[in-house]
């Protein structure tokens, strides 16, 4: 069955076989995040404003786009607790309101499993066993307090939540710097009677359930095998970067050319934003932006207000109007050969 066709239909093909009950959504995912301009410096003042320029950029989409917070909206910078905005977010369900009233989706991205200082207010045996900073998800209690969670994002009104940083949260390490080993020695869930797998997927399966059949999920930092079929978007790769292009060039680009063949299978499959600050010049971050707009992938835009002239800004109303029917299908020509 596989004799007549390139090894990307093949890996595609081969990605589908083995996940048939992958999550799809009603429509295209795209849209703005805050995070490669911003970087978890933000004020729900400044969200609106985003909101604002996200909706004009696509004026006239029938398929409306995302205005995704990202990281810097609760109390501590990448931490909890998650039950309120910090000093500059004075009313989240609110900024969800003013979001949907633009005629825009509104994302929030969460940390669910750190909690360094004890900030998050559970009791102290809910953390980790080999390290105090961590949530240990093998526990119940923990599992409800991250349904709650979940549960109060969407009492807030927000359609999309992005959980992030799972992966070396539980296990101590980013997925990328472990090509051999999952964790270190000498350490283990307080339940000792399931794999890590299970364990994991049981989180996952926790977020999946108490978000409910119409908020979108996207998971990053996720295995992708076990969040397939959990998660509408997974994250493919390490983050891209809005200050230094190699590193959007190694992890976004790579990972799109890559991870492709998981695109409608396992999950819609998410290369990163496209960071635009102006801080490396335009004829990459523009290459990069129209690559993912024509992808048939999702596309989350980071841009740093007031940067760009009317030809750029042009060219960014054609990526959001392409990206959000999401009809292409791209294939890498050289992944074989080069990075």
């Given at each position: 069955?596989?004799?007549?066709?390139?090894?990307?239909?093949?890996?595609?093909?081969?990605?589908?076989?083995?996940?048939?009950?992958?999550?799809?959504?009603?429509?295209?995912?795209?849209?703005?995040?805050?995070?490669?301009?911003?970087?978890?410096s933000s004020s729900?003042?400044?969200?609106?404003?985003?909101?604002?320029?996200?909706?004009?950029?696509?004026?006239?989409?029938?398929?409306?786009?995302?205005?995704?917070?990202?990281?810097?909206?609760?109390?501590?910078?990448?931490?909890?607790?998650?039950?309120?905005?910090g000093e500059t977010?004075?009313?989240?369900?609110?900024?969800?309101?003013?979001?949907?009233?633009?005629?825009?989706?509104?994302?929030?991205?969460?940390?669910?499993?750190?909690?360094?200082?004890?900030?998050?207010?559970?009791?102290?045996?809910?953390?980790?066993?080999?390290?105090?900073?961590?949530?240990?998800?093998?526990?119940?209690?923990?599992?409800?307090?991250?349904?709650?969670?979940?549960?109060?994002?969407?009492?807030?009104?927000?359609?999309?939540?992005?959980?992030?940083?799972?992966?070396?949260?539980?296990?101590?390490?980013?997925?990328?710097?472990?090509?051999?080993?999952?964790?270190?020695?000498?350490?283990?869930?307080?339940?000792?009677?399931r794999t890590s797998?299970?364990?994991?997927?049981?989180?996952?399966?926790?977020?999946?359930?108490?978000?409910?059949?119409?908020?979108?999920?996207?998971?990053?930092?996720?295995?992708?095998?076990?969040?397939?079929?959990?998660?509408?978007?997974?994250?493919?790769?390490?983050?891209?970067?809005?200050?230094?292009?190699?590193?959007?060039?190694?992890?976004?680009?790579?990972?799109?050319?890559?991870?492709?063949?998981?695109?409608?299978?396992?999950?819609?499959?998410?290369?990163?934003?496209?960071?635009?600050?102006?801080?490396?010049?335009?004829?990459?971050?523009?290459?990069?932006?129209?690559?993912?707009?024509?992808?048939?992938?999702?596309?989350?835009?980071?841009?740093?207000?007031?940067?760009?002239?009317?030809?750029?800004?042009?060219?960014?109303?054609?990526?959001?109007?392409?990206?959000?029917?999401?009809?292409?299908?791209?294939?890498?020509?050289?992944?074989?050969?080069?990075?």
């Open positions: 069955a596989y004799e007549n066709c390139t090894a990307f239909e093949a890996g595609s093909r081969f990605c589908r076989e083995m996940c048939a009950d992958g999550l799809t959504t009603p429509f295209p995912v795209y849209g703005s995040n805050n995070w490669y301009y911003a970087y978890g729900q003042r400044e969200i609106e404003e985003d909101t604002r320029i996200v909706a004009s950029l696509c004026e006239g989409n029938e398929n409306r786009p995302f205005m995704v917070i990202d990281d810097g909206w609760s109390p501590n910078p990448k931490n909890g607790p998650w039950n309120r905005g977010f004075p009313d989240m369900a609110g900024l969800a309101a003013f979001i949907r009233a633009q005629n825009v989706r509104p994302g929030i991205w969460v940390r669910y499993i750190y909690d360094e200082n004890h900030v998050c207010g559970v009791p102290d045996d809910w953390h980790m066993a080999h390290d105090a900073s961590f949530l240990d998800p093998s526990r119940p209690e923990v599992l409800e307090y991250i349904r709650e969670t979940t549960r109060r994002f969407v009492r807030w009104g927000y359609q999309l939540i992005k959980f992030d940083c799972s992966t070396q949260d539980i296990l101590g390490r980013r997925g990328y710097k472990v090509p051999y080993v999952v964790a270190e020695d000498g350490w283990h869930f307080q339940d000792r009677s797998a299970e364990i994991i997927v049981d989180f996952y399966r926790a977020v999946r359930e108490a978000a409910g059949e119409e908020t979108i999920l996207i998971g990053c930092a996720t295995i992708p095998h076990l969040c397939a079929g959990l998660v509408h978007l997974g994250r493919t790769g390490a983050d891209v970067n809005g200050r230094n292009w190699d590193i959007t060039r190694r992890m976004g680009v790579n990972t799109l050319a890559f991870r492709m063949l998981e695109n409608g299978s396992f999950f819609a499959a998410d290369a990163d934003c496209v960071g635009i600050t102006g801080l490396f010049p335009w004829r990459f971050a523009g290459q990069w932006l129209d690559l993912l707009a024509e992808s048939g992938t999702p596309m989350f835009v980071s841009c740093k207000p007031g940067i760009l002239d009317e030809a750029q800004l042009a060219q960014l109303r054609r990526a959001f109007a392409r990206n959000s029917v999401q009809k292409d299908t791209l294939i890498p020509l050289d992944w074989m050969e080069n990075v």
